[in-house]
């Protein structure tokens, strides 16, 4: 079973650096160490390079450097956004909206802010996970101050229509964030056209490094920092900014501007091969989220009468990489919120798997798991008494 | 005037990587990118890595891997130290002491406590920024709820007595924080003997990447996390992992452990040579903190007469790194409020001058700084108003 063969399908995990990225990063580790904020040559070079990326960053998602606070993850950025939004915007009301199926980084964050007084309403979404702008319009109340749906999920890759939800919450004025870390760097993604007042981005999910997010926010709109102390990121976001990975998110932010065409190109194919294949090879499998509304590399499935984290074990001892949901939960072992929300039961949700393809993926790769999934498919059907039980009655 | 030479003596701002360092993180910038939450080999490698990074920076501050919690900076480590720990225990009271010498990351941390009703008495410091046990008792209530006194102050330099410290807050039944940013990988740390509940330290400070950061914390001591959303770090910082650099910090850590009493006897008489020769050459200076309770690289000093900016620009044009106190606020341009705290006037404080020496400085990098400093403070003395004012009264 061992064939040596490796097959990374879990970019929605974390990517690996894109060429180019890393050889950017690297005189920020050895000559150009500086602190930015310090007054000499040594603080000029980490300051100019800061404002490189800035911009570059600032440029894949049409907004403009000045409004662009770098943070040390998707997470910082979508606590800072939700979190940072709502208590500056307090004195106005203590209502927030969110769509039912948001990251945690989302979730738990208004979740913190319900213990001193907050209240939620969790807008639902249609069977392919989609937010409908009316059902937002109807959440809102006169006491509403932030209203928060995601650009794109990572667990089923639906794309929603950001546009239209945030025109009718920037009707009632409104503050609007989207969460487009799944999103930003892998579809065109741009803070004008989309008419949102803040945006959350991250690097390692287009080919750029961890530890490095963004959070895009308005000329104007007030935020309370996450962290306070010096006087960084516009007195936004306090701590010694982290140089060698922003400067790699700035180049990973100018490749995916330039390459996001050709990268498409390339995953779709790939996609849609598994889909097709896996729909027509696996019986008692579904597909997740929207069929056609979704992001370029995500093919995401629903295996009935099996439990995901068996396949991916499995499928790992086949050198196959692949998640059974949000890589940031999957230890966790709970049915998926996002597909509980879509309509999904319990049963089915548990043989959630999710394949996210990328650069390094090819058509022989998809080929490669076409021929093994059956066999893990079955393997572990044989031995689960869910499916006897069902297939007998 | 410009000699080509250049002189990095603002090792507190930030440290260059030691030698070891980046070659350990580079695997993990290529082919072990995974996400540690993966269930899969790539996960593994990255899972792996974090773990043995934990035992390493456990190991150098006395604690067990599982107290540890990686963070994004010494800022981060601060901020969710005094939060976390203040709203923790908030049912208990809402009182919180700190000394008047803190790093902003603590300080405004509980500013902005302030605005939700907590309560602070900063304890002052003698004129060497030594705080007094005795005073931090005084400060006690039956409703103070942390004590947060930073081990060595990264501007003046003082190491406190932070077991004293520690054994009266202890006494009291009372959670005692430190920041030891500045001290830990530079001077014997260990957080039994201290007798501390929580202790920050960061990765920049002792030959370690930027943008890692840790706090440990105490078995059984409740935080309230800054970060929500995944299960990362036990549940107490959300955020996937930024792997590169917490293997740099363990690293940095492992030869921190090892390599310290070299260090330290690398970098005292560096030091030492600088503040007698400095006191020495320039009239109307002093230095400032503890004569001899302070961090092994640090000599910082009032020039009198002169802005610290001034001479940080003329420094910098013949090549020579330093600063004019806290990197995290040198752009703000206030005097230093360790200094204000210590008793000197607005007018000495404003010539704050700042030397941290590392590994790779020599004695002749010294005697170049001591050649150069007294012609620059000359010919800044030159065209102050209040150095002519002062003198010919």
Chains 1, 2 share one sequence.
Request: net charge neutral.
């Amino acid at each position: 079973m061992q064939t040596g063969r490796k097959v990374y399908l879990d970019y929605a995990a974390t990517n690996p650096l894109a060429p180019g990225v890393f050889e950017a990063m690297l005189p920020f580790f050895s000559e150009a160490y500086g602190n930015p904020a310090s007054l000499h040559q040594w603080g000029d070079m980490a300051r100019q390079a800061l404002d490189e990326s800035r911009a570059k960053v600032a440029s894949l998602i049409g907004g403009a450097p000045e409004e662009l606070i770098f943070t040390g993850s998707g997470t910082e950025s979508n606590n800072l956004a939700i979190k940072g939004l709502s208590l500056g915007q307090q004195a106005k009301g203590k209502h927030i909206v969110v769509s039912a199926i948001e990251h945690f980084s989302v979730l738990h964050s208004v979740r913190t802010l319900e213990k001193s007084g907050f209240q939620l309403t969790e807008v639902p979404v249609d069977k392919h996970g989609v937010v409908d702008p009316d059902e937002v319009k109807r959440s809102l109340r006169k006491d509403t101050v932030l209203v928060s749906v995601m650009l794109a999920n990572g667990e089923v890759g639906t794309i929603q229509s950001i546009k239209d939800i945030a025109r009718v919450v920037k009707e009632a004025g409104i503050l609007f964030h989207t969460d487009a870390v799944a999103a930003a760097g892998n579809i065109p993604v741009n803070v004008k056209d989309l008419g949102v007042d803040a945006l959350s981005l991250a690097a390692n999910q287009f080919y750029g490094p961890k530890g490095a997010g963004a959070l895009w926010l308005r000329r104007g709109v007030r935020v309370i920092p996450l962290l306070d102390g010096g006087i960084q990121e516009g007195g936004k976001r306090a701590g010694t900014e982290n140089v060698p990975t922003i400067v790699g998110m700035g180049k990973a932010a100018e490749l995916a501007q330039k390459d996001m065409p050709a990268r498409i190109k390339h995953c779709i194919p790939l996609r849609d091969r598994l889909i097709r294949g896996l729909l027509a090879e696996v019986k008692h499998s579904l597909l997740t989220g929207h069929p056609s509304q979704r992001l370029p590399g995500h093919a995401s499935f629903c295996i009935e009468y099996i439990e995901g984290e068996s396949m991916l074990m499995l499928l790992d001892a086949h050198g196959i990489a692949v998640s059974s949901g949000s890589a940031c939960t999957s230890r966790a072992l709970k049915a998926s919120h996002v597909l509980l929300a879509m309509g999904l039961s319990h049963e089915v949700a548990q043989g959630s798997l999710l394949f996210t393809m990328g650069m390094d993926n090819t058509t022989d790769d998809i080929d490669y798991v076409l021929g093994v999934l059956p066999q893990v498919v079955d393997r572990l059907r044989q031995i689960s008494p869910l499916y006897h039980k069902s297939t007998a009655s």
